[in-house]
Structure formats: C-alpha cells, structure tokens
T-cell receptor, first 114, second 111 residues
Framework: GAGVSQSPSNKVTEKGKDVELRCDPI?????LYWYRQSLGQGLEFLIY????????KSGLPSDRFSAERTGGSVSTLTIQRTQQEDSAVYLC????????????FGEGSRLTVL | GESVGLHLPTLSVQEGDNSIINCAYSNSASDYFIWYKQESGKGPQFIIDIRSNMDKRQGQRVTVLLNKTVKHLSLQIAATQPGDSAVYFCAETYNTDKLIFGTGTRLQVFP
C-alpha cells in the first residue's frame, strides 16, 4: 500500500493476556518507530529500528513489551500479560532513512485492556 | 528527562483569523524540530520542520518560528480554516534519531 498500515485497528483484551500489534511500513523505508498515545496525551516513544542496526529500546516501559522487525520490513509489537494501564493507541511510523526527516504515521492500533 | 511541552492545551479561534500555537523545549542541544497535525482518529501528519540554524521557515499558510535563546517554538497558521481543527504537536530531536513529542494543543476553529 501507499502508506503505513497497522493491524488490528482495534483490540479488546482481558488483563493478563498477550497481544501482538503489527506494522507494515512504507516500502523502502529503513526506519521504523513505535509510539504510544494515551487518551489526551502526547506521543510516548517506545522503540526505533534503523536498518540492520540494533534497535533503540530505550522507551519500552517494562520487560513485558518487546518488538521485532523481520527482514527490515514488517514489525510486531508484543505486550505480554497486559495490564489496564497498557490501554492506549499504539502508533507506528516509518521514514526513508531515519535521522531527521518526515515520519509517516499509520492510523494506530487502539488497545483496550479490560 | 528531556521534554517538550506546550503553553496552551486548547486554542479557540474564529475562522479567518490567524492562529499561533506555542511550544517550549528543554534541551538547548536540540537541532531539529517538527510540527505535526493530528485529526481525530488518525495518525499525526507532518506540517513543517525547521533546523536549529534557522529562525524562521514558511510553508503554505504556515510559518514556524524558532527562538533558541528562550528555547521556544511556534507555529503560525494564517487565515485559519475549519479544516485546521486538530491537535498540533511539536517534536524535537537532539543528535539521535528518535523524536520527542509534546502533549499537544487542540485547535478549535469557530465559524
């Protein structure tokens, strides 16, 4: 597709369950980011992938959160043993080269933990 | 830690007026700044950027001003239109690849 694609768009889960969120970046973009946006809040950085470099995981809030990027393209954000405070919109963005430059965002995956 | 914040959480303007959205940043080493617009239910969209070696940059109906002395960034929207209603975020980066975003300012445009 032409833009960043995220799935699922909405996910409702029970506390303690694991969830996986998927991001398909724009073809050819080497940089991929995950951000979290709680209701009425800004964007909280989670993790950043750039090419074959080791990812910057400095924003992951706990060891329940992990992410991988396979083949330099699709990325999966996994949240284990979900908690109610994990409820938020998870946004993925990609950019052509990383570093400074325009990020192209997907429409997000809204996660609700009951 | 480093953070980007906004002075006004909500800004209400009349259609046709000019809007000014302000942002303060805390890291004097930040060298690149971007404004994003987020409409309800959508991801943020790039509006305009500016590097620290500039103090002003203009786009179509938008101008970004950077005052490094007081670490202040502003977004000016000329002749505000109903379609400009959204949440606006400023973001900064300082010698790393990750952008740090502020909380956002909601712009409401009234007819």
């Amino acid at each position: 597709g032409a833009g960043v694609s995220q799935s699922p768009s909405n996910k409702v889960t029970e506390k303690g369950k694991d969830v996986e969120l998927r991001c398909d970046p724009i073809s050819g973009h080497t940089a991929l980011y995950w951000y979290r946006q709680s209701l009425g809040q800004g964007l909280e950085f989670l993790i950043y992938f750039q090419g074959n470099s080791a990812p910057d995981k400095s924003g992951l809030p706990s060891d329940r959160f992990s992410a991988e990027r396979t083949g330099g393209s699709v990325s999966t954000l996994t949240i284990q043993r979900t908690q109610q405070e994990d409820s938020a919109v998870y946004l993925c963005a990609s950019s052509l080269q990383g570093g400074t430059g325009e990020l192209f965002f997907g429409e997000g995956s809204r996660l609700t933990v009951l | 830690g480093e953070s980007v914040g906004l002075h006004l959480p909500t800004l209400s303007v009349q259609e046709g007026d000019n809007s000014i959205i302000n942002c303060a940043y805390s890291n004097s080493a930040s060298d690149y700044f971007i404004w994003y617009k987020q409409e309800s239910g959508k991801g943020p969209q790039f509006i305009i950027d500016i590097r620290s070696n500039m103090d002003k940059r203009q786009g179509q109906r938008v101008t970004v001003l950077l005052n490094k002395t007081v670490k202040h960034l502003s977004l000016q929207i000329a002749a505000t239109q109903p379609g400009d209603s959204a949440v606006y975020f400023c973001a900064e980066t300082y010698n790393t690849d990750k952008l740090i975003f502020g909380t956002g300012t909601r712009l409401q445009v009234f007819p």
